[in-house]
């Protein structure tokens, strides 16, 4: 069943991103869990830590194929910011995907020292770069971003996630230092996946003329 289209979202305590993200294993029984018990942890917040959340297994290393895996989670949160919608909605084959609780203890074990890293620096200025209309340009920056992560190019996923990692956090706190870091960050990573995108369909058209004779 999927999620329900709500427009008011439960109100969180202000605790640290990092702490909610790993407050989520004190809620699990067994040894398995699902998407939507972490939805369920994120209160009015979740739309930016759904985003942290589906880029941070590409902030860290991973088997290839992992952000083909959370590439689409992230365009489908980043296209509902470019709606102006406050609360995610997700599917049910998403919210229902189960999840070793070990392996995601393992991602934050990797992350959270990160997390905290970059919280210890949040705090609000130049927070006129915040506002609904802006989340809908940085929900567009997203998708691109997203595209980038799932393209099977060397290199291509990481800058990109770690903007939509940084970008979330900042949106979070309204630390537009750290939000134009994000975007700096990201606007290189796009450069790189253009610029590699690109020499990759050159050679490409190259060989095939070469082996049709042209």
């Known amino acids: 069943m999927d999620a329900p289209l709500t427009t008011e979202a439960p109100r969180t305590q202000s605790a640290p991103i990092s702490q909610i993200l790993r ?19 994120l209160g009015d917040r979740a739309m930016a830590i ?35 919608r406050h609360l995610p909605w997700l599917p049910g084959v998403l919210l229902n995907r189960r999840l070793k609780a070990k392996d995601y203890a393992r991602l934050m074990d990797v992350a959270e020292p990160r997390l905290k890293r970059v919280e210890a620096y949040l705090k609000p200025r130049y927070t006129f770069l915040f506002s609904d209309l802006a989340d809908r340009f940085t929900g567009a920056f997203f998708v691109l971003c997203a595209v980038s992560v799932i393209l099977p190019l060397p290199g291509s996923n990481f800058p990109p996630a770690v903007a ?7 949106i979070v706190e309204e630390d537009g230092v750290v939000f134009s870091i994000g975007v700096v960050i990201g606007v290189i990573g796009l450069a790189y996946t253009t610029l590699v995108g690109g020499a990759v369909i050159w050679g490409a058209v190259a060989a095939a003329r070469a082996f049709m004779g042209f």
């Open 164 to 170: 939509a990692v940084l970008m979330s956090l900042a």
């Open 23 to 41: 407050g989520v294993l004190d809620h699990v029984e067994g040894e398995t869990l699902t998407i939507g018990d972490i939805v369920s942890a």
């Open 50 to 84: 759904l985003m942290i959340l589906f880029s941070l297994p590409n902030c860290v290393p991973v088997p290839p194929g992992v952000g083909l895996v959370f590439g689409f989670p992230m365009i489908l949160v980043a296209l509902q910011m470019v709606l102006g």
